[in-house]
């Protein structure tokens, strides 16, 4: 276990924006996050979990404890017709759990190549790209409760996963911490190629492996998405807005070429880029914060951006989308209180 008083955040978050925490605590084991809940120094001050810091706004100073779980490790713990299921620790980076396992010949995580953050994070965010989420593939979930020390081992329904959603946003919000996540991958190949242009940047480059739609999805990622190393980010800062049909018919006379895909009968989801995009957002800087010149669902830190500046672009652009399109949207980054 490692404890830091007064710990810099700048390199615990990919927006990398100065921001402090009044304790942070690195542990690999439940046993030391049992004697972190009940060590008196932080009984009384707010909790947060924070794995790869990927999705998260820190809007100053964090006042309490940030706990950071590092269990590593990747197990089959049992094979069945033709999948394998894989227990792994929440401390291992997601996407070198989708590179182990593709080198396996095990399939189904590809699509979800290039996700910055860590395992634990993936049931709480129901991760998803190209067609896929995290919900596909998690058989069950294994946490701590942090009101007494217990184990808690959540199925599947449990989680009640959603759009970017679960039940550890909601009735279990910050009340457990993620330890070790199973997954139910194929050792067969089925490769899904149904979103976007993928279908045609894969085929285009040969004989369809696991590996090589890993390899052209890392390589669509790097064209489209800034790298937060380079430049601080949290990915889409925005959830894209999931409006009535009959909103959408009303934008479509003024707006006729705003894209849509119907999620059922009664209601359509909008690319909430568009919509920044149309209020003429895309590359407009306020301070040091900046809507991404390409992706302006990403909202970037030029190098020297405050919480403050990212705070102010953010509402500017949520308050021109309301008054163009009587659309509210809302952040997929979590903003953290000082
Ligand atoms: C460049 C870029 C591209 C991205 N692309 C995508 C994408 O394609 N699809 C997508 O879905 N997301 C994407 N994201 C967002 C981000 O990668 C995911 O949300 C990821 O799951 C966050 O993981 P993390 O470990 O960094 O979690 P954090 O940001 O540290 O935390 C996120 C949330 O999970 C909670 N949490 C984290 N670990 C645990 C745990 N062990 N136990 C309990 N709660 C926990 C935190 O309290 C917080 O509420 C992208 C981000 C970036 C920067």
Sequence with gaps: MRLIEHCSLTDKHSFHLNANARYWADFDHEDELRSILTDHRFTNLPHLVVGGGSNLLFKGDYPGLL???DMKGMEVVAEEKGTVLIKVGAGVVWDDFVAASVAQ???GAENLSGIPGCIGASPVQN???YGVEAKDLIVGVEAIDMANGQPVTLTHADCHFGYRDSVFKHTLKNALVVCRVTFRLSTHFHPNLGYGDLAARVKA???ITSVLVRETILAIRQEKLPDPDIQGNAGSFFMNPVIPAAHYQSLLTTYPDMPGWPQGDDVVKVPAAWCIERTGWK???LGGAAVHDKQPLVLVNKGTA???DVLQLSAGIQADVLAAFGITLKP???FIEA
Excluded: D, F, Y
Aim: hydrophobic fraction near 35%; glycine fraction near 20%.
């Design 67 to 69: 706990l950071h779980p």
């Design 105 to 107: 010949g095990w399939s």
């Design 127 to 129: 991760i998803g790209a």
């Design 205 to 207: 480059s040969g004989n």
């Design 283 to 285: 590359g407009r800087q």
């Design 306 to 308: 405050t919480p403050a």
């Design 332 to 334: 997929e980054v979590l």
